[in-house]
């Protein structure tokens, strides 16, 4: 199965409309930077889905996924998921990096410079 088929599922379009329209505030924030292609002229989308999971933003030219942790992630059952999660979407061939919400509002510049890095 080719990933074309695995992004965007009908029945995941109500949760991604939902997603979208109740972004986290680092959610928020970060997306001002990405819209729009003004990040290196950058074409990403916020809460695509790509088989049955639904990532925060998603660049299709770079196959790259970011992903913003909150403090709901930091308990060992949901850093299992996340470290499943993340091994299916790299095993389909995307690059998937995560950020702490707090660095976002912290240190956007090193953020920034770290999604310019993980380019080809």
């Known amino acids: 199965m080719s990933n074309q088929n695995l992004d965007n599922k009908k029945k995941l379009q109500e949760l991604r409309r939902h997603l979208r329209?109740?972004?986290?505030?680092?959610?928020?924030?970060l997306w001002t930077?990405?819209?729009?292609?003004?990040?290196?002229?950058?074409?990403?989308?916020?809460q695509h889905s790509?088989?049955?999971?639904?990532?925060?933003?998603?660049?299709?030219?770079?196959?790259?996924?970011?992903?913003?942790?909150?403090?709901?992630?930091n308990n060992q059952t949901t850093l299992e998921y996340d470290q499943n999660r993340t091994l299916y979407l790299e095993n389909l061939g995307y690059k998937v990096i995560r950020f702490e919400n707090k660095m976002v509002f912290d240190n956007l510049p090193s953020v920034i410079k770290a999604i310019r890095d993980n380019f080809k």
Request: hydrophobic residues 40%; charged residues 30%; proline residues 2%.
């Open 50 to 73: 790509i088989g049955r999971y639904i990532v925060d933003f998603y660049c299709a030219s770079e196959k790259l996924i970011i992903e913003l942790d909150g403090e709901v992630h």
């Open 21 to 29: 329209k109740n972004l986290t505030p680092a959610e928020a924030f």
């Open 33 to 46: 930077q990405l819209k729009a292609k003004k990040l290196n002229n950058k074409r990403f989308t916020k």
